[in-house]
């Protein structure tokens, strides 16, 4: 995919673009867990020099998507399931708190706080789209847990899930984990709003288990084939 983000901005921002493009690359698997590249490849896709490129992989390796392949080249990490299921048990635990706090608020300012997504889970059409549908998983549970209240988890939470997209969206592959991903999600707020705690964490707890299960076992198949697609 060509990219051309040449500008006479500071070197500072180019990196940044540079890193904001190659990351979504990897988030929309247009660069694929074990993919090899060169920083000269990457500096001519984007039309700039090594200098920004090299300061983007540097940010990227840093955060854990790629890494140092030999003298000169660079590949983009291969999954890790252990680690992924790490961060899916540090999720579960951040978001179970959310959930207990969210069930000791009043009950009028907990509906109040959460009126746009029972909005979107409970009141509105379905999204057919499943990365639509992925966009608002992540927003979901990212609003839950900044509604709770504590700035800190929910600024953890936030760095959690990010470092869990490039896996999370591929469970929005099958119709029917987006099915089940409306009906959970509806159960989780309706029984927040009646201060049903314990339901709310089974259910919770049970959602986020069958997700990390699921994607295990799709992204086995869909790296099998998105390896065979060339990079648009």
């Not at 929309?28 to 993919?35: K, N, S, T, W």
């Not at 920004?52 to 992989?57: G, K, M, N, S, T």
């Not at 700035?151 to 899930?161: D, G, N, P, Y």
Request: charged share 30%.
């Amino acid at each position: 995919m060509n990219h051309n983000l040449r500008s006479r901005g500071r070197p500072e921002a180019l990196a940044e673009k540079v890193y904001q493009a190659l990351k979504q690359d990897i988030f929309d698997y247009r660069l694929m867990p074990g993919d090899r590249f060169s920083e000269n490849e990457i500096a001519e896709r984007f039309d700039v020099s090594r200098t920004p490129v090299r300061q983007a992989l540097f940010w990227l390796e840093r955060e854990g998507y790629v890494e140092v392949w030999f003298r000169s080249g660079w590949q983009v990490k291969p999954f890790d399931f252990e680690y992924f299921e790490e961060l899916y048990d540090f999720r579960t635990v951040l978001e179970r708190e959310a959930v207990r706090r969210l069930c000791a608020l009043p009950p009028l300012t907990c509906a109040e706080a959460l009126t746009a997504l029972k909005s979107v889970w409970i009141d509105s059409p379905r999204l057919e789209d499943g990365k639509a549908v992925s966009v608002q998983d992540e927003a979901f549970h990212m609003a839950l847990v900044a509604t709770a209240g504590n700035k800190e988890i929910a600024r953890i939470h936030a760095e959690l899930t990010e470092k869990i997209r490039i896996i999370r969206r591929l469970d929005f592959t099958c119709d029917d984990r987006v099915e089940a991903t409306y009906r959970e999600h509806a159960q989780i707020l309706q029984a927040i709003f009646q201060q049903q705690t314990e339901e709310a964490l089974r259910i919770l707890t049970n959602h986020i288990a069958v997700s990390k299960a699921e994607v295990r076992k799709i992204t086995l198949h869909m790296l099998q084939q998105a390896r065979l697609q060339p990079i648009e």
